[in-house]
T-cell receptor, first 111, second 112 residues
Framework: ELKVEQNPLFLSMQEGKNYTIYCNYS?????LYWYRQDPGKSLESLFV?????AVKQEGRLMASLDTKARLSTLHITAAVHDLSATYFC???????????FGTGTSLTVIP | NAGVTQTPKFRVLKTGQSMTLLCAQD?????MYWYRQDPGMGLRLIHY???????AKGEVPDGYNVSRLKKQNFLLGLESAAPSQTSVYFC???????????FGDGTRLSIL
């Protein structure tokens, strides 16, 4: 069974600050997904990272993948209140028929 | 632009009752998924389908059954509800395997 761990679980940060969310997974997978969930809402896809060394950026969010270390990071630059949400990473088995989500990181950006 | 639609949005059941959750997608997606979301545990895959008429077990399939008689619909059934099945249930779909999934708005289910 593949396990996915995120840290921190809760993050409170001030506007304008930078921070990184970490996602570790336990077995080999060459694809990693990041999703965002607003309170009481559905999940929205942010990034899919397809290979070792992949980096994707959109706005104040940048995601990277190191498949050798089994680690992905989601870096937040100059946080704004609108980024407050829960962020999930997820991996799938290399056959693609099983998906495993991390526990989520609840981010609160304080003005 | 309906996307993935789940019905109902909320439901309260008594232990032992049965019910069916409906997921409908209008994007002609081949792959459909049912997850449950519990506090502190992220989402866990219950069952999935790789096409009309096919279903398969995910990580936590016990106590649930599914059917995909039509490509656009994926049904999740609870034959005899238990309090441990209190959760938020999400349906998702994708056109290709191993691509980001499109999620519905969820069904909040409470079992007393």
């Amino acid at each position: 069974e593949l396990k996915v761990e995120q840290n921190p679980l809760f993050l409170s940060m001030q506007e304008g600050k930078n921070y990184t969310i970490y996602c570790n997974y336990s077995t080999t997978s060459d694809r990693l997904y990041w999703y965002r969930q607003d309170p009481g809402k559905s999940l929205e896809s942010l990034f899919v990272l397809l290979s070792n060394g992949a980096v994707k950026q959109e706005g104040r969010l940048m995601a990277s993948l190191d498949t050798k270390a089994r680690l992905s990071t989601l870096h937040i630059t100059a946080a704004v209140h609108d980024l407050s949400a829960t962020y999930f990473c997820a991996v799938d088995s290399n056959t693609g028929n099983q998906f495993y989500f991390g526990t989520g990181t609840s981010l609160t950006v304080i003005p | 632009n309906a996307g993935v639609t789940q019905t109902p949005k909320f439901r309260v059941l008594k232990t032992g009752q049965s019910m069916t959750l409906l997921c409908a997608q209008d994007m002609n997606h081949e792959y459909m998924y049912w997850y449950r979301q519990d506090p502190g545990m992220g989402l866990r895959l219950i069952h999935y389908s790789v096409g009309e008429g096919t279903t398969a077990k995910g990580e936590v399939p016990d106590g649930y059954n599914v059917s995909r008689l039509k490509k656009q619909n994926f049904l999740l059934g609870l034959e005899s509800a238990a309090p441990s099945q209190t959760s938020v249930y999400f349906c998702a779909s994708s056109y290709f395997l191993r691509e980001p999934q499109h999620f519905g708005d969820g069904t909040r289910l409470s079992i007393l």
